[in-house]
Structure formats: structure tokens, C-alpha cells
């Protein structure tokens, strides 16, 4: 059963330093998300592409956040520089072509990032 | 904001019915309702979803009262591998974004 791949799995930091994920969505949906899940708490949207465009990044804090998907498959969601306050699981999910508001997501298993 | 409340946590004994119940006073005549589950240390999985009509999958059943203000997610005969935090959710936005609250924290005991 194909399935949404994430590197790291864990990723130990030091704030200020830069972190990079990695995110390989299921092969032929054209919708990527990037979320955040702080602990205790639900999966919060960060950024979500259709195809290599930027559809929503209303909740991305630009200022230290980027996210790229330039052939339109995979991912990179990139921390610079990370704070204390980025400690969390940052989850990645795709799904088909949105159609009707038929909007299953298949999630990956996350990296859970820890920042010292 | 999400716009359903749940109850943050439930217990359920091995093989019962577990009956999650989500309130969604505000959803629009358009609006679907979905349900995730998220088991510790993984991803969310989808459940099941509908828009008015009651609706079952080989997961669960979703029962959607008639005004539309509430649902109830069931799982007929839970296990303990049902054992998760289960989030309802209203789709909402022009990109159907997904706003997952806090969820109902499911335990499933022998």
C-alpha cells in the first residue's frame, strides 16, 4: 500500500541553527500539506500546494519558514533560524486532485523536532 | 478556529460500541463532516465523512442528526487498537483546509 515518506524521523537541533524536512507525497496526488502538531494539541496547516503552487500559507511564519515543492512531487519545509517555541511534530500529507470537497489525506509518519 | 466541540476524553470497554459524539451548531448546508483518528506517535487516519445522510464504512458508522448541529462517530466493537485521539472536523475554506481541534481522547480497556 503506497504511503507518505518523511525524513528525518527525529531531528535534534540547537535554536538558531537551520533544519530542513523532507516530505514524499503518494505518487500521483497532486496536493501536499505541511501541518504542525505541538504537543497535546490537534495537526495545525502550515502550508498546502497544488501541484509545485502555493494554494495556503496564511499560518507559515514566513519570517523564519519556507516551503518548496519545485517539480511538484516532493517537499522541503525549511526552519531558519529555529526557536525553542518550533519544538513539534511537523507532519506532511497528500491527497488527490480536490474534487466535490472529497478530501481524504493520507498522512506521513512525521519528525518530530526537538530544539535545545 | 475549529468550529466543532468534543468531549476531551471517553472510555470504552474491549468489543462495546464506542459512540463519539462531535456538536457542529454552526456548519453551513454545504459543509461535510469528517472524522480522524490519530494512534499515538503516528499520523492522522481518515475515518469516514458526510454531509446529511448517515453513512457506514468497513471503520465505522457516522450518524449525522437531521438539523445537521451534531453527529455521532460509532465504532461497533471496539478494540484496543482503537485506542487513539479522534478528531471531528468541518470542512471549511475554498482549498477544503482541514482545522483539527483537540480531539476526543479514546481509551479502549480490556
Known amino acids: 500500500e503506497a504511503e507518505v515518506a518523511q525524513s528525518p524521523r527525529y531531528k535534534i537541533t540547537e535554536k538558531s541553527q537551520a533544519v530542513a524536512f523532507w516530505c514524499d507525497p503518494i505518487?500521483?496526488?497532486?496536493?501536499l500539506y505541511w501541518y504542525r502538531q505541538i504537543l497535546g494539541q490537534g495537526p495545525e496547516l502550515l502550508v498546502q500546494f497544488q501541484d509545485e503552487s502555493v494554494v495556503d500559507d496564511s499560518q507559515l511564519p514566513k519570517d523564519r519558514f519556507s516551503a518548496e515543492r519545485l517539480k511538484g512531487v516532493d517537499s522541503t519545509l525549511k526552519i531558519q533560524p529555529a526557536e525553542l517555541g518550533d519544538s513539534a511534530m511537523y507532519l506532511c500529507?497528500?491527497?488527490?486532485?480536490?474534487?466535490?470537497?472529497?478530501?481524504?489525506?493520507?498522512f506521513g509518519p512525521g519528525t518530530r523536532l526537538t530544539v535545545l | 478556529d475549529a468550529k466543532t466541540t468534543q468531549p476531551p476524553s471517553m472510555d470504552c470497554a474491549e468489543g462495546r460500541a464506542a459512540n463519539l459524539p462531535c456538536n457542529h451548531s454552526t456548519i453551513s448546508g454545504n459543509e461535510y463532516v469528517y472524522w480522524y483518528r490519530q494512534i499515538h506517535s503516528q499520523g492522522p487516519q481518515y475515518i469516514i465523512h458526510?454531509?446529511?445522510n448517515n453513512e457506514t464504512n468497513e471503520m465505522a458508522s457516522l450518524i449525522i442528526t437531521e438539523d445537521r448541529k451534531s453527529s455521532t462517530l460509532i465504532l461497533p466493537h471496539a478494540t484496543l487498537r482503537d485506542t487513539a485521539v479522534y478528531y471531528c472536523?468541518?470542512?471549511?475554506?475554498?482549498?477544503?483546509?482541514?482545522?483539527f481541534g483537540a480531539g476526543t481522547r479514546l481509551a479502549v480497556h480490556p
Open positions: 500529507a497528500s491527497s488527490h486532485l480536490l474534487a466535490n470537497s472529497y478530501n481524504e489525506q493520507f
Open positions: 458526510g454531509l446529511k
Open positions: 472536523i468541518v470542512l471549511s475554506g475554498g482549498y477544503n483546509k482541514l482545522i
Open positions: 505518487s500521483g496526488h497532486a496536493t
